[in-house]
């Protein structure tokens, strides 16, 4: 049986690349592994490199101030970077789910920090909107997609100030200006590879610019001037990170998934929406592509829905323990085939209640 992978990660990733990436494993460069080669070595250098010009690439930023990291630490690492490198006076950062809540309290063992928006009154159910980001700032800090509750970012303000988004679960889906944008920080794993790896794109010319010393290993600019080989790197990640940036271009680009990532979205919001059996957690216009989340408006049919839902081969879509009921996780590489398998479970469920 088909297992459909709705896990909010780490992420379903497409078949071609997981082919590719076991082959390597084994054989990656004349009867060597790609886990025992040296890092230092001309085949890895040259993944390294070709992964670091691919997001450039397809995010539309070659030739123009930026450069692309592959660290590690994952995004929550970044919290403390971004603080780190940018962070003088104060900075100012919309509060819209849990990661944004811990991004807020790492940069705030640094300095100043300040929510300019919240929805977390609200069990972070909507985007706040309608905030100001103080000329006099350091940066602005976002975040894009959140996994958790359901909600993305429509739109992004023109900031005075550097804007920092954290895109963890939501890069390469969507098209976007992303020269908007000064730093972008994701985490592979939820729409771009393994655990290990967390992709920084930043523009240069915001560097450079705060006064305490930094620790070499936090110092982006040591990472730049490194080519992204200040120390080893998680070479596994970043070579199945490239793989899937070759996949997407082969694709057609951002431009080309976000039609199918908009199919999948629409097919799952129009059921939850028509099937009253179901409701939707997030407001309506702050739904994410990403993730939807929703819940049963009858408890009594859990055990009957979860039955049916496993039958199906369906995986991963129970939600976070904060919110509850379901979270359909509908990442790049999830075919419209598993979005719609889920739907027909749903839809199911309806004609026998």
Request: hydrophobic share 40%; with cysteine.
């Amino acid at each position: 049986m088909k297992k459909h992978n709705f896990s909010a990660g780490p992420c379903v990733l497409p078949k071609s690349v997981m082919e590719q990436a076991a082959a390597a494993v084994l054989n990656f460069d004349d009867g060597l592994s790609l886990l025992e080669i040296s890092h230092r070595s001309k085949p890895f250098v040259d993944v390294m490199e070709n992964a670091r010009s691919l997001a450039l690439e397809l995010l539309g930023l070659e030739g123009k101030g930026y450069k692309a990291l592959f660290l590690q630490g994952g995004a929550s690492t970044q919290f403390l970077m971004v603080a780190l490198n940018l962070l003088e006076k104060r900075a100012g950062y919309l509060n819209t789910g849990t990661w944004a809540d811990k991004a807020i309290k790492e940069a705030k063992i640094y300095d100043d920090i300040y929510e300019i928006g919240s929805s977390k009154s609200a069990n972070y159910n909507y985007i706040p909107k309608g905030y100001d980001i103080p000329e006099d700032y350091d940066y602005f800090h976002c975040t894009s997609n959140n996994t958790i509750f359901g909600t993305q970012m429509k739109s992004f303000p023109n900031s005075p100030i550097p804007m920092v988004c954290d895109m963890s679960s939501d890069i390469f889906s969507r098209q976007l200006d992303f020269s908007k944008f000064d730093l972008i920080y994701a985490g592979a794993q939820k729409n771009m590879g393994p655990a290990g790896t967390t992709l920084v794109v930043i523009k240069e010319d915001i560097l450079g610019k705060v006064s305490r010393k930094i620790p070499s290993m936090m110092n982006y600019k040591e990472h730049i001037s490194k080519g992204s080989m200040f120390n080893t790197p998680p070479v596994f990640a970043v070579y199945v990170s490239m793989l899937t940036l070759e996949w997407l271009k082969n694709l057609g680009g951002i431009k080309a998934i976000e039609k199918e990532n908009e199919k999948k979205a629409r097919l799952i919001y129009s059921e939850i929406d028509l099937n009253p059996l179901f409701k939707g957690y997030s407001v309506k216009e702050d739904r994410s592509i990403m993730n939807a989340t929703f819940t049963l408006e009858n408890e009594n049919l859990k055990e009957t829905f979860e039955s049916m839902v496993k039958e199906a081969g369906i995986n991963g879509i129970n939600g976070h323990r904060s919110v509850g009921g379901y979270r359909a996780s509908m990442y790049n590489a999830l075919s419209l085939d598993s979005v719609k398998a889920l739907v027909e479970v749903m839809s199911e469920l309806e004609s026998k209640a």
